[in-house]
Antibody, heavy 121, light 106 residues
Framework: EAHLEESGGDLVQPGGSLRLSCAAS????????MTWVRQAPGKGLEWVAS????????FYADSVKGRFTISRDNSKDTLYLEMSSLRVEDTALYFC??????????????WGQGTVVTVSS | EIVMTQSPATLSVSPGDTVTLSCRAS??????LAWYQQRPGQAPRLLIY???TRATGIPARFSGSGSGTEFTLTVSSLQSEDVAVYYC????????FGQGTKVEIK
């Protein structure tokens, strides 16, 4: 059974940087695209970024383009989200989730439990 | 960007009721729609994909319908464990979510 576990969330000052990780198990990681979705406190879900299984293709929401970088290490079955120039509005619970194909294209299943990022001075 | 609009924002129901949640897309997404359940303090869980296909392990009381721009999630014989926020998500063009419908017990 596929399982995802995020880590790396923290309190960071505006303008700062942070790297999130998502450890995957229970499936052949390199065969599937992966995605980050975030949820601001008390709010809904917002797609952030996706990456293909090969890491060749990446997609970003306009709200994070140029500031966030999604990457993966298929030898370690781990997904990353490098976040820089952080803003107060980036404060959220960040989930990683598995796509259904090697190219980002469909729905997300399963999801990890999330890691909290707080951007505040 | 395709905007997803869910209604109502909140539903107050009694155990055993049948509830119907709506989701509308700002343009046609054919059947490229998923529904997720997010219980308090938990991660979202996939319920339905391709508008009407139940995900593995999802009880038969959950059903989805619709195509194009209008979609519905129906929960039959609601149970206390179904208290949650339900989100629709389109994957026809990029990925966007509705704002959610909160289902609570009266």
């Amino acid at each position: 059974e596929a399982h995802l576990e995020e880590s790396g969330g923290d309190l960071v000052q505006p303008g700062g940087s942070l790297r999130l990780s998502c450890a995957a198990s229970g499936f052949t990681f390199s065969n599937y695209a992966m995605t980050w979705v975030r949820q601001a406190p008390g709010k809904g879900l917002e797609w952030v970024a996706s990456i293909s299984g090969s890491a060749y293709t990446t997609f970003y929401a306009d709200s994070v383009k140029g500031r966030f970088t999604i990457s993966r290490d298929n030898s370690k079955d781990t997904l990353y989200l490098e976040m820089s120039s952080l803003r107060v509005e980036d404060t959220a619970l960040y989930f990683c989730a598995k796509d259904q194909h090697d190219i980002p294209s469909e729905y997300f299943d399963p999801w990890g439990q999330g890691t909290v990022v707080t951007v505040s001075s | 960007e395709i905007v997803m609009t869910q209604s109502p924002a909140t539903l107050s129901v009694s155990p055993g009721d049948t509830v119907t949640l709506s989701c509308r897309a700002s343009q046609s997404i054919t059947s490229n729609l998923a529904w997720y359940q997010q219980r308090p303090g938990q991660a979202p869980r996939l319920l339905i994909y391709d508008a009407s296909t139940r995900a593995t392990g999802i009880p038969a009381r959950f059903s989805g319908s619709g195509s194009g721009t209008e979609f519905t999630l129906t929960v039959s014989s609601l149970q206390s464990e179904d208290v949650a926020v339900y989100y629709c998500q389109q994957y026809d063009s990029w990925w966007t979510f509705g704002q959610g419908t909160k289902v609570e017990i009266k």
